[in-house]
């Protein structure tokens, strides 16, 4: 039998657990009177629990992440940050950034969600929006989208960087390589440059290993309140959700290196405090490399 026969059977032995029926949903997100957004979408009406298949359906932290943005309206501030989405799943936060931003990256590690994702820009008509698809650790990939986005700096030096993230720390060994994705993306313009996650907590460990790694990967991290949710919300709001908004920076400790990326990437990632951080990284992204 043949490679190509292989592989069609393989596809077709996949495609029997894969659901691709989607429907149009309409997310409605209600600030006051004067200002209603909604936003339609295509995903699945319920979930998958396979690893890379979450994706298909909107998930709580999506919903409070959007929620932020809308609130903000000048996350992308369109005049000249760029906007990153990364394990962006459906997409709902990046489609609604792309309405405030001049340029949108709405990235996601799976091939079938990647197809969902273009679906979703063909059924918007978002022309500012470009769909990648990046696996955290897998160098290429990452290599791939920092090149398109140098394609958009100033002839002056780099555009700063808005990186969103819903429920994306959610797998413990996966929390390395996402960090340093952030890191790369936030290291392009350090001072100006920032990444929102949103979180809902479903084990300590992961909670207490994500805080300890952003700081490994000098990382700043700090709570956004979620004062910005109306008050019939409270499904969002509720501290028993164990949902959470972090913003991430460069730690201000390491702007003294300048503003060359390159140079600020090695004084974070080789420093004593940060005990075997680089050497981890190194056989995360081997691994990675040969998926």
């Known amino acids: 039998m043949s490679a190509n026969n292989n592989e069609e059977e393989d596809e077709s032995f996949y495609n029997l657990f894969v659901c691709r029926d989607y429907s149009v949903k309409t997310f409605t997100f209600p600030f006051n009177s004067s200002f209603v957004y909604t936003q339609q979408l295509l995903c699945l009406k319920s979930a998958t629990t396979a690893h890379d298949l979450t994706g298909q359906i909107v998930w709580p932290a999506c919903?409070?992440?959007?929620?932020?943005?809308?609130?903000?309206?000048?996350?992308?501030?369109?005049?000249?940050?760029?906007?990153?989405?990364?394990?962006?799943?459906?997409?709902?936060?990046?489609?609604?950034?792309?309405?405030?931003?001049?340029?949108?990256?709405?990235?996601?590690?799976?091939?079938?969600?990647?197809?969902?994702?273009?679906?979703?820009?063909?059924?918007?008509?978002?022309?500012?929006?470009?769909?990648?698809?990046?696996?955290?650790?897998?160098?290429?990939?990452?290599?791939?989208?920092?090149?398109?986005?140098?394609?958009?700096?100033?002839?002056?030096?780099?555009?700063?960087?808005?990186?969103?993230?819903?429920?994306?720390?959610?797998?413990?060994?996966?929390?390395?390589?996402?960090?340093?994705?952030?890191?790369?993306?936030?290291?392009?313009?350090?001072?100006s440059s920032r990444c929102f996650i949103s979180y809902v907590e479903r084990a300590t460990s992961t909670t207490a290993l994500f805080f300890a790694s952003a700081a490994r990967m000098g990382l700043r991290l700090e709570e956004v309140s979620l004062s910005f949710l109306p008050p019939d919300e409270p499904s969002l709001r509720s501290s028993s959700t164990g949902q959470h908004l972090y913003l991430l920076t460069v730690d201000p400790r390491f702007?003294?290196?300048?503003?060359?990326?390159?140079?600020?990437?090695?004084?974070i990632l080789h420093r004593p405090e940060a005990s075997s951080l680089f050497e981890e990284l190194q056989l995360s992204e081997a691994a990675m490399d040969t998926a």
């Open 255 to 267: 702007f003294s290196q300048g503003d060359d990326h390159e140079v600020l990437l090695r004084s």
């Open 63 to 191: 919903i409070l992440l959007s929620w932020y943005i809308l609130s903000q309206r000048t996350v992308g501030d369109s005049n000249h940050t760029i906007v990153v989405e990364l394990g962006a799943g459906c997409g709902l936060s990046g489609f609604i950034a792309s309405k405030f931003s001049e340029c949108v990256y709405i990235t996601d590690g799976s091939e079938e969600v990647i197809n969902l994702l273009h679906r979703n820009q063909q059924f918007l008509q978002a022309s500012n929006v470009t769909i990648q698809k990046l696996l955290w650790g897998k160098k290429s990939q990452v290599e791939a989208l920092m090149s398109a986005i140098s394609f958009r700096d100033y002839q002056g030096g780099a555009r700063p960087v808005t990186v969103l993230g819903a429920d994306v720390v959610l797998w413990p060994q996966m929390v390395l390589s996402l960090l340093h994705t952030v890191l790369l993306l936030l290291a392009r313009c350090p001072r």
